[in-house]
């Protein structure tokens, strides 16, 4: 058994033991919300959390007199990821900006009586994440450095648009050798290429967001090159080898097999057991940003919910050891919603014409077939619906963020949504244009929504 392994055992049988105490885990309803960074998981979950907690007050129906009372947060046991800060997310979508982006790992535990559940008060917990830990899912799902390195490898090679950025670093795996500095440098600047690319495939992610939460600064690719590390430090460095180099090149292999062992047991593992223990994911889509970004970020995502739903698989290394750990205490994952997220942000007739749900069925479907025993459905949804249509044409009205210091809100056109994702397309072919958000002041009243109330009807169950 691998180091890496024994210490998933030893983690997975201690956690066990933690959450055993503080409570019968088959009751309660374990709840993640996962999307690449800026995907709107912290949003889509202050808003969800406004609405349980004044329910009945945002046009939130979670069926004919069903109603929610008593709501309240649970503590949290120590050891356990930060609470979830609601109440100042909130407040921020209040004075019309949207939370920070998430740097580490939180939780929110609530419980509340629901009118149709005659006897059980509902008990949920929600875990939110920084986004850019989904990119490292391959390392999760891989113990093995030569398996991450050729699934890596495979997905830089494989891509026009990533194999622009990394072209310099395959180009040297193919030298008769290399160095350990020489391969760190080049893959870092890969890393660099592709966070400027704005591709959400950066892993190690610490590259762009290290282990105590700093994000990579702008600058040239070069620069970020020479600031950051690929790994926790700079001495715990790694980067993807081909298999030829390592067979030839031990001595490498040794190294950065420790470091990228080193790297999943601090790094990943911890969010990925969080991740694996779901019994109801939420997975989020940002259809106007894929949109915008380009075929290739469509590409990066797309590969980051296959590695992801890999992970979630319970033959996967990670879905064995959560398994035999917490098959007593544990109920399985059950349910996933696709949310395409930020729906206000299309015009509504891309929603009722079905174009918006139809792009998000293509894009998961393969993931979806990867868990079949699943229960899984599709939804459009904004948790934050800033925006208004226009009557009869394809423009919004909302507080655009371009051009708009003093957040008015403005009329702007929209593109129409494709049929289906095209062959190819490039970045800005879509202009969707950012937001501020439109949320009441006043906190009896939940911020505005569309479709929240169907995600949440089938993941709570
Ligand atoms: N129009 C609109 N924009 C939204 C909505 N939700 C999120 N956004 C936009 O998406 C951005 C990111 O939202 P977050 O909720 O912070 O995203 P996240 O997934 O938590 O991102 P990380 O914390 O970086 O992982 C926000 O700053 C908004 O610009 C929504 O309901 N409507
Ligand atoms: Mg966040």
């Not at 699934?151 to 090679?157: D, Q």
Request: overall charge positive.
């Amino acid at each position: 058994m691998t180091d890496s392994l024994r210490q998933l055992y030893r983690t997975a049988g201690r956690q066990a033991g933690e959450l055993k105490n503080l409570v019968n885990l088959k009751d309660h309803t374990r709840i993640v919300i996962t999307g690449i960074a800026g995907g709107g998981k912290t949003v889509f979950l202050t808003s969800l959390l406004s609405h349980l907690a004044e329910f009945g007050q945002g046009g939130f129906h979670l069926g004919k007199g069903v109603d929610i009372t008593d709501f309240r947060e649970l503590p949290i046991s120590a050891g356990w990821p930060a609470s979830f800060a609601h109440s100042s997310f909130r407040e921020e979508l209040a004075r019309g900006r949207w939370p920070e982006k998430t740097t580490d790992c939180s939780r929110y535990v609530c419980q509340f009586k629901r009118s149709d559940w005659k006897l059980y008060k509902q008990k949920i917990s929600f875990f939110d994440f920084p986004g850019e830990r989904v990119a490292d899912a391959a390392m999760a799902a891989f113990q093995d450095f030569g398996h991450w390195s050729d699934h890596i490898l495979g997905h830089l090679r494989g891509h026009h648009a990533c194999s622009e950025a990394a072209g310099p670093y395959l180009e040297h795996l193919r030298s008769k050798t290399v160095s350990l500095q020489s391969v760190l440098k080049l893959y870092r600047e890969t890393l660099a290429r592709l966070i400027l690319a704005f591709k959400p495939m950066v892993s190690p992610s610490a590259f762009l967001l290290d282990s105590n939460g700093v994000p990579a600064s702008p600058g040239g690719y070069e620069e970020i090159a020479s600031t950051r590390f690929s790994g926790i430090s700079s001495g715990e460095q790694f980067a993807p080898l081909s298999a030829r180099i390592r067979a030839e090149q031990p001595e490498l292999v040794r190294e950065m097999s420790r470091n990228y062992r080193q790297y999943r047991k601090k790094m990943v593992l911890p969010v990925y057991e969080n991740i694996s223990m779901a019994g109801s994911l939420v997975v989020l889509v940002d259809i106007p940003s894929l949109l915008a970004g380009g075929v290739g970020r469509y590409n990066d995502d797309r590969q980051i919910l296959l590695d992801l739903f890999e992970v979630l698989r319970p033959k996967s290394d990670m879905g064995y050891l959560l398994k035999k750990y917490f098959s007593f205490t544990l109920k399985n994952l059950s349910r996933v919603a696709f949310v395409a997220a930020k729906a206000d942000m299309v015009h509504p007739m891309d929603i009722e014409n079905k174009r918006m749900i139809n792009l998000l069925r293509m894009m998961t479907d393969r993931a979806r077939r990867m868990l079949p025993e699943v229960r899984s459905d599709w939804f459009v949804c904004s948790a934050c619906h800033s925006t208004f249509a226009v009557e009869g044409r394809r423009r919004l009205r909302g507080k655009i963020v371009y051009d708009n210091p003093d957040g008015e809100f403005k009329e702007f056109s929209v593109p129409e949504l494709p049929e289906t994702w095209p062959e190819s397309w490039k970045p800005g072919e879509y202009p969707f244009y950012r937001v501020y958000p439109d949320a009441p002041r006043n906190y009896l009243l939940p911020p505005r929504h569309t479709g929240l109330d169907q995600v949440f009807k089938f993941i709570a169950g």
